[in-house]
């Protein structure tokens, strides 16, 4: 290694200024795709200059990143967004460049996707626009946004997943894996709290940590730590008086220190404002609508602090750093990088599919539908929203599609020339009384009324940029839809958009469905449905409420929202959505997770099966008790029965898709870890499992539980330490090339392993080994691959000693366990518990930020170290793990544990045991490989 790094240096001093030589000398580290992503990381990084490193961390147009063509480094293109690949713009301007050759395939939006509540879907769609965005050049893409639905006026609702923590986690992280395996980064935003379009740029958020933690935060986490994210944005509000997108607590310290986030923070397009906190406060990657780049926050006035020593050189690097990860990882510097595919009839297939299965039909009386086509001999289609193209619309989320299938001609596709379909508009903004006229007299002549209306992408309704007034139809849609009932009582409602009061007509109408906006397949999907060639399967994802005055938000006044002299305070707290409705006992017009089917569906023989560290596996059956094959949400939902701290009513936390045929029956499990009975304690500032009895609730929505059952949950266990041993890892000067003098890990070289202990695992043998003798220091797949057959089926303690002492200078370190399980049975539901602990055993030392464990299907997750992010630590490992590494077997477990020891810095010195303890709970590994890691600290002149 140490040849290797200096004949690196070497050639980047020979050749740095001239590119042919460059070209013919043998390929440097950072070009060998078969070498670790962060052994590339650190040569490249070692071979910038500095003004290379500025140009990398701004932009130099609206949409992409300088080119630094003497090292190969292509320019980078970021797009939007979350429902497909948006058509280009600029370079200096908003307005588009007029190409033929940025079309793309338009999926349906986020609030459609989260209604599908399969995260199967997710994938697929992300797996599409990554494709899409690959052909079209693209490295970054923009999205999903999973910011919380808070207030049904927020202007973006439609381009995020609603109003759960956990169902927007679960579907973004499926999006995110699909996305990313097409070589492309998704980039998740807003984070945080844009929950609100209203002064977006300037609005000040004031929530308490709870509901920061258990509401607004958990999507992100989970596009992290399961979806594996690699660019994260900040949002353009400010928390607690700090724009996000340099809010020191929010990028520093939850998504970097505590989550482990190894990628890269961008801004919001403007939302930098201030140069010493863009530099200090985890910004890596500035963007803007500015188009005077070089006076960017992070490009000359950042030069300039680096230049003067206000920022440190390593703080650049940190940023540089993680920018380089991200191309690295997906392979923008390989010859192999995914080329993409556009406007195939898979990506058709996937947009109409997202479609048909986010469709909810909110109401059918007397089996309105499907209508049966033979029997129909005129169809009246009323209501602008039948011809209305939304794709473009929105604002950042439109897309150019390649066409889209409005529903008038998704009617007309499926019925052909069998049946008369007759079209009137009925409403347009400024229309008069004679288009509703007109729409009541094509609703007389016809058998069935088709109503199609709801809300488009004009600004002030679903668009970017500002917020709805109210939550009202617009355009009379009240009056007219009830004059059209009146004159042909089978009238089907379908309304596009976002939610909307409907008491004006709902009871008047037999059959309802929520199309939202359903893509460029849409109308096809739609019609599908509507003849019962597709059972809607949707299911709502978020609540939807009869008057907008019963929402939280309008019910704690103005302060609440839109806010008032600046700043909005988030009164209701945790109450979020159904939280506040089940919690407030207010009827909602329909409920989270509501949504009807053509067919029946029947829960039966709950069984709550426990697991050894106090969890729970709820399973049970559903059967198709009606004529038709569908599909059902089984949703889980948890309440806590004597409560420490106010809890919301009940929360969802698991759910199941299952397509069954006529008269079948299946059984379904959902694991419950620790987690789904954990709340946030903030004066704590720690999650807390209380003991407590809890209630299991299952059902087909939130407010139609069919199976119950009590669970006592027995808190968190106790750690049981074992056996005291010691682990040095050796100390290793690397890279000294910042301020202070570092220790700890090291790549590994053959004189110079990275550590070679070997130690206890309770009664097991897990063993460290030399780096170098597995290349870098992924531990994964050892040869014989059996260094770990064991069963962890007592608890086990890994305890180790450290001490380090920096001789009067600050200590800085973060730590962190790393233990890879793979196993061979997959009936049992596993946990695993891990808890450290410091300082003689008693108070536990920084804080655990993870303790899950992530199902890896296929593809081998390393996980990740800690690092300072602003010291600028070297970080050993990032996800995912070496390309093409598949689990045999039945798959794999990753488990991932860190504590990150912010409180370090600054002290002179550290001596602790630590204790790993192990709980097992329902699993057997039955071979598998493990490795625990010790982190590594560094000293740093005071
Ligand atoms: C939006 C982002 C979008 C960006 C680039 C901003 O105004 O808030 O969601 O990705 O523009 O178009």
């Known amino acids: 290694m140490k040849t290797r790094c200096l004949g690196a240096l070497l050639l980047g001093a020979l050749f740095s200024n001239n590119f042919n030589a460059f070209a013919q000398a043998p390929k440097p580290v950072y070009l060998d795709a078969a070498q670790p992503v962060e052994v590339r990381v650190e040569d490249l990084l070692s071979r910038l200059t500095l003004a290379e490193k500025i140009s990398i961390v701004h932009a130099d147009s609206k949409f992409t990143t300088a080119a630094i063509p003497r090292l190969n480094i292509p320019r980078r293109w970021l797009d939007d967004g979350p429902h497909g690949v948006r058509e280009d713009i600029g370079p200096d301007t908003w307005q588009p460049a007029g190409r033929t050759d940025d079309f793309s395939t338009a999926m349906p939006s986020g609030i459609c996707l989260g ?170 990657l500035e963007m803007g609508t500015e188009t005077n780049y070089a006076n960017f926050y992070l490009a000359q006035p950042y030069l300039k602090g680096l230049q003067s020593g206000e920022f440190s050189m390593a703080g650049l690097d940190e940023k540089v750093r993680r920018n380089l990860r991200v191309m690295i990882a997906t392979h923008v510097l390989d010859t192999d990088r995914k080329k993409g595919s556009f406007n195939t009839a898979a990506h058709q297939t996937v947009a109409r599919q997202v479609a048909e299965e986010g469709i909810v039909l909110l109401k059918n009386e007397n089996h309105a539908l499907p209508l049966a086509a033979a029997k129909l001999k005129t169809i009246a289609v009323i209501g602008e929203n039948a011809t209305r193209l939304h794709a473009h619309g929105g604002d950042s989320s439109g897309i150019k599609a390649f066409y889209e299938i409005t529903p008038l001609q998704g009617l007309v596709n499926r019925v052909g020339t069998n049946v008369n379909i007759i079209y009137s508009e009925g409403y347009r903004k400024g229309g008069g009384a004679d288009l509703a006229e007109r729409a009541v007299a094509a609703a007389k002549s016809a058998d069935v009324v088709i109503y199609i209306g709801g809300l488009n992408h004009d600004r002030g309704f679903d668009c970017e940029g500002a917020d709805r007034a109210d939550m009202k139809l617009p355009y009379g849609q009240d009056e007219l839809i009830q004059k059209i009932v009146a004159a042909n009582p089978k009238t089907i409602v379908v309304l596009e958009g976002t939610m909307v009061e409907m008491d004006a007509w709902l009871d008047q109408v037999p059959a309802l ?288 000693n450290f001490s380090y002492d920096c001789g009067g200078d600050d200590l800085h370190g973060d730590f962190a366990y790393d233990i890879f399980l793979r196993r061979d049975d997959r009936k049992a539901e596993p ?20 303790t899950n464990i992530l199902e890896a299907d296929g593809t081998a997750f390393d996980l990740w170290a800690g690092t300072n992010a602003a010291a600028g630590y070297y970080v050993y490992s990032f996800a995912p793990h070496q390309k093409g590494d598949k689990l045999a077997g039945g798959g794999g477990l990753n488990v991932d544990l860190m504590d990150f020891f912010g409180q370090l810095k600054g002290r002179e010195n550290f001596s602790s045991e630590m204790y790993l303890d192990v709980v097992e709970a329902g699993f057997e590994i039955v071979r598998g490989t493990g490795w625990a890691t010790c982190g590594w600290f560094s000293c740093e002149a005071n």
């Open 115 to 284: 209604a599908t509540w399969n995260p199967d879907l997710g994938f697929k769609e992300g797996e599409v626009i990554g494709q899409e965005a690959r052909w079209r050049g693209k490295d970054i893409m923009l999205g999903p946004g999973v910011n919380i639905l808070r207030t049904p006026l927020c202007g973006r609702n439609f381009e995020y997943l609603g109003e759960d923590p956990f169902l927007s986690g679960v579907m973004c992280s499926g999006y995110i894996r699909g996305e990313q395996s097409q070589d492309i980064s998704s980039c998740v935003k807003h984070f945080a709290l844009n929950n609100q379009e209203y002064q977006r740029g300037s609005i000040n958020v004031e929530v308490d940590e709870r509901a920061l933690r258990e509401i607004y935060l958990p999507a992100f986490k989970a596009a992290v730590q399961s979806g594996g994210v690699w660019s994260v944005m900040g949002a353009y509000n400010q928390l607690r008086g700090q724009h996000c997108c340099h809010n020191d607590y929010l990028l520093n310290k939850i998504l970097k220190d505590e989550w482990g986030f190894q990628g890269l923070v961008m801004s919001d397009w403007d939302g930098t404002h201030d140069t010493q906190q863009a530099g200090l406060n985890g910004l890596d």
């Open 513 to 800: 469905l929520q199309g939202w906006y359903p893509g460029m397949e849409g109308g096809n999907a739609l019609a599908r449905v509507l003849f019962g060639d597709v059972n809607p399967s949707g299911k709502l994802p978020a609540t939807f409420p009869k008057k907008l005055s019963d929402t939280p938000a309008a019910m704690f006044g103005a302060s609440a929202y839109p806010g008032t002299n600046g700043t909005v305070t988030y009164a209701e707290g945790l109450l979020v959505g159904y939280r506040w409705f089940d919690t407030k006992n207010i009827e909602p017009q329909f409920p989270f997770g509501f949504g009807l089917s053509y067919t029946t569906f029947k829960y039966s023989d709950l069984k709550l099966v426990p697991a050894t560290n106090g969890t729970v596996t709820a399973q049970f059956a559903i059967e198709n008790t009606g004529q038709l094959a569908g599909a059902e949400v089984a949703q889980l939902y948890v309440h806590q029965k004597n409560p420490a701290l106010m809890r919301p009513e009940k929360e969802l936390k698991g759910f199941r898709k299952v397509f069954l045929k006529p008269g079948e029956k299946q059984s379904i499990s959902i694991p419950l870890d620790k987690a789904a009975f954990a709340y946030y304690d903030d004066t704590q500032q720690a999650w807390v499992t209380p003991e407590d009895d809890f209630e299991i609730l299952i059902g087909s929505s939130s407010r139609d539980l069919r199976l119950r059952d009590h669970w006592h949950f027995a808190g968190s266990p106790k750690p049981g330490h074992a056996k005291v041993f010691n682990l040095y890892p050796p100390y290793y000067a690397f890279k000294n090339n910042w301020s202070g003098r570092e220790i700890g890990w090291h790549p590994g070289t053959g004189d110079a392993p990275q550590w070679t202990a070997s130690f206890d695992f309770a009664t097991n043998s897990l063993y460290g080994y030399p780096a170098s003798a597995r290349g870098w220091h992924y531990g994964w797949n050892p040869t014989g691959d059996d260094l770990f057959p064991k069963k962890l089926s007592d608890i086990s303690s890994l305890p180790c």
């Open 831 to 850: 946990q695993l518990e891990v808890m450290v602990w410091g300082a003689n055993n008693s108070t536990p030392i920084g804080q655990i930020i993870s």
